[in-house]
């Protein structure tokens, strides 16, 4: 059985729709309003190997943050839905990542509580670009509605789109592994994971 999820969201500043295959080919349908941002998924999708569309409207005139937080709201949600119990994933997933001269290390645990460490300095992009700062943001409701512990450590680096490309395909190398089906058993001594 596929491991699937969908989820939507509407509010006055965002309309998004998303859905998404755990066992699929890294195929993709990306629409947001944010072109950098539509790349940093695509690449989410590819490394992952998980199927994603995502279509997204909102508020970009007033700035991108409400979009870029709604997603990682949707996409957290939804990948949560296709857990289901989590039954006999392997649970942790790590990567080190490196993009040129950009080196990025992630650790995870689908741990069923968010938290999130971003050892990644603030370094100012071009004028109109996706930040560090919208990625953490990003990342922030992503962690809290998937439920998952994830550190991520700039080694070193500075270019900004070579960082930001090295977590978002990092994140997805390091979930791949962590979503792989490895047993039978809720991977926890409780006996479930929320």
């Known amino acids: 059985m596929k491991r699937k999820g969908i989820f939507k969201r509407k509010t006055k500043e965002t309309d998004i729709e998303i859905e998404i295959n755990l066992d699929g080919q890294g ?17 989410f ?9 995502i279509k997204a409207k909102g508020d970009i005139e007033v700035d991108t943050h409400h979009i870029v937080e709604d997603i990682g709201i949707c996409l957290g949600s939804a990948i ?19 993009m040129d001269e950009v080196l990025v290390n992630i650790s995870l645990d689908i741990s069923g509580r968010g938290c999130l460490v971003f050892n990644v300095p603030f370094i100012k992009g071009r004028e109109g670009s996706f930040e560090i700062e919208d990625a953490k943001e990003f990342l922030k409701s992503f962690v809290n509605h998937l439920g998952i512990t994830l550190h991520i450590n700039l080694v070193y680096g500075e270019n900004l789109h070579h960082i930001l490309e090295a977590i978002f395909k990092g994140l997805a190398i390091a979930l791949k592994d962590a979503v792989k ?7 926890s001594t409780k006996g479930k994971i929320d």
């Open 27 to 43: 195929s993709y349908n990306i629409d947001t309003p944010i072109g950098f941002f539509n790349h940093m998924l695509e690449l």
């Open 80 to 98: 949560k839905e296709a857990l289901k119990d989590k039954k006999g994933i392997k649970r942790f997933g790590f990567s080190s990542t490196p």
């Open 181 to 187: 089906i490895e047993g039978k058993e809720i991977p």
């Open 45 to 53: 999708s590819k490394f992952s190997s998980f199927d994603l569309k």
